[in-house]
């Protein structure tokens, strides 16, 4: 019985011991929090892109987030300190400002206009507006040809922001300065559209103030200028005589006013005009000029026509008046005299 007893004693001090052992050995050794002395979180640095969410059998998955105002969040893959273990992608860019590592988008450029033929050959605001679209890595020498006049100021403002977000020359003050003076007397539709791209400039260097950025005109999208014919005036019927003078109305203009008149093209029912259209008015992105109606070549009178007018660009407006057939120049009330007593 003693023995017995004994036997059983010995095997408890064994049992003991060997449950000891296999909680040192699954203890880790030294990597359980109380030899690390604090979080198992990993730490990465701002801007670096890391792993996505990881699938690691095995171990802690820490989540981090990169210091910034970003607010990406990921986890760090099994097995890895750094993420790139880990199955998925970072869950966003850098943050703005960052230690760099993301890719960085540059702001909008200008629209295409669109493109002025300005056959006056003169520098006027619309066709600059081409020059900085066409080639931005030339805005520094550009702004040094911008006279400081009222109707240049959104064009200077853009060619200084312009050239500083590139790192070109220019100046961030005199871009704000221009941004804030012109807000209330834009009129034309490709000043509209330099106004809205020196205003995202100035806000991508908001927020990004050491950054800089290549400016690229794209090929497509939608354009500044909306032109069209918005209506033709030949007078309270809508019909017109050949050898009477009409008026078209034009929006959206995209060239200098009055250009149209020496290098543009109106066509009657798709047959151009001997003769120029001649300016009659206009203001910002808007104006009016004459032509006078032409013959039908068939003389199949009365006829429905369209009008176009044609520039760089072309506009056109179907079914604008009706055109009827001429006077035949004699009197209404002529024939033979009336016999005398």
Not at 47 to 63: A, L
Not at 197 to 222: D, N, W
Request: proline fraction near 7%; charged fraction near 15%; aromatic fraction near 4%.
């Amino acid at each position: 019985m003693a023995l017995s007893l004994g036997v059983r004693i010995a095997g408890l001090f064994v049992t003991g011991a060997l449950a000891v052992t296999v909680a040192a050995a699954c203890g880790g050794g030294g990597g359980g929090p109380s030899a690390g002395g604090g979080s198992s979180d990993t730490s990465v640095p701002s801007g670096v892109s890391d792993g996505g969410q990881g699938t690691g059998t095995g171990g802690s998955t820490p989540t981090w987030r990169p210091s910034g105002d970003s607010g990406a969040e990921g986890s760090v893959g099994s097995g890895s300190s750094n993420g790139t273990d880990g199955s998925g992608s970072s869950g966003g860019s850098g943050s703005p400002g960052g230690g760099g590592g993301g890719h960085l988008d540059g702001p909008a450029w200008l629209p295409l206009g669109p493109h002025s033929p300005n056959t006056d050959v003169a520098p006027d605001p619309q066709s600059v507006y081409d020059g900085l679209r066409q080639a931005p890595s030339d805005c520094e020498t550009i702004l040094k040809s911008i006279p400081a006049e009222a109707d240049w100021q959104v064009l200077h403002g853009l060619a200084s922001a312009c050239a500083a977000v590139q790192g070109l020359g220019g100046s961030w003050a005199d871009a704000a300065s221009d941004y804030a003076a012109t807000g209330g007397g834009i009129n034309t539709c490709k000043d509209r559209a330099a106004y809205a791209v020196l205003g995202g400039i100035l806000q991508f260097h908001k927020q990004h103030p050491t950054a800089t950025a290549r400016l690229k005109g794209s090929s497509g999208g939608t354009e500044a200028c909306d032109f069209e014919i918005t209506a033709v005036d030949v007078g309270g019927d809508g019909e017109a005589k050949p050898g009477e003078t009409i008026t078209i109305e034009l929006h959206g203009t995209y060239y200098n006013l009055g250009e149209v008149q020496n290098g543009g093209t109106v066509l009657i029912d798709g047959k151009p005009l001997d003769a120029p259209c001649a300016f009659v008015s206009g203001s910002g992105d808007r104006e009016v000029v004459s032509i006078e109606v032409p013959s039908l070549e068939t003389g199949q009178y009365p006829k429905s026509v369209s009008v176009t007018v044609q520039y760089g660009d072309s506009a056109t407006k179907e079914n604008a008046f009706t055109l009827v057939a001429p006077d035949t120049g004699g009197s209404p009330d002529s024939g033979s005299p009336s016999a005398t007593p």
